[in-house]
């Protein structure tokens, strides 16, 4: 399932994101499930306040993840990748 990316540099809403990230990870029945962040290297370089809103938001989403009182029915493993180009990205 691809969820939509987060603008950067402009009126971000952080809330909207976290709800389409907890809408789309609430549909999917698998018990693991794992976020692959494509071009994450241009987050760094443009929106460094923006990653570290986000990554809060997806901290507390992968937390909440783990507790069933939450809407999903079953815990869920959630992994995420974070994948760039530069120095800070390892060629794989």
């Known amino acids: 399932m691809l969820l939509p990316k987060p603008p950067l540099r402009r009126n971000v809403h952080y809330d909207a994101f976290n709800d389409s990230l907890w809408g789309g990870l609430s549909e999917i029945s698998s018990e ?29 989403i992968a937390e909440d993840l783990t507790h069933t009182e939450y809407g999903i029915d079953h815990e869920v493993k959630f992994k995420v990748f974070l994948l760039g180009e530069g120095k800070n990205f390892p060629t794989i």
């Open 32 to 60: 693991k499930v794992a976020l692959i962040w494509t071009d994450f290297n241009k987050l760094l370089d443009e929106g460094f306040n923006d990653f570290l809103q986000i990554s809060e938001c997806i901290y507390k």
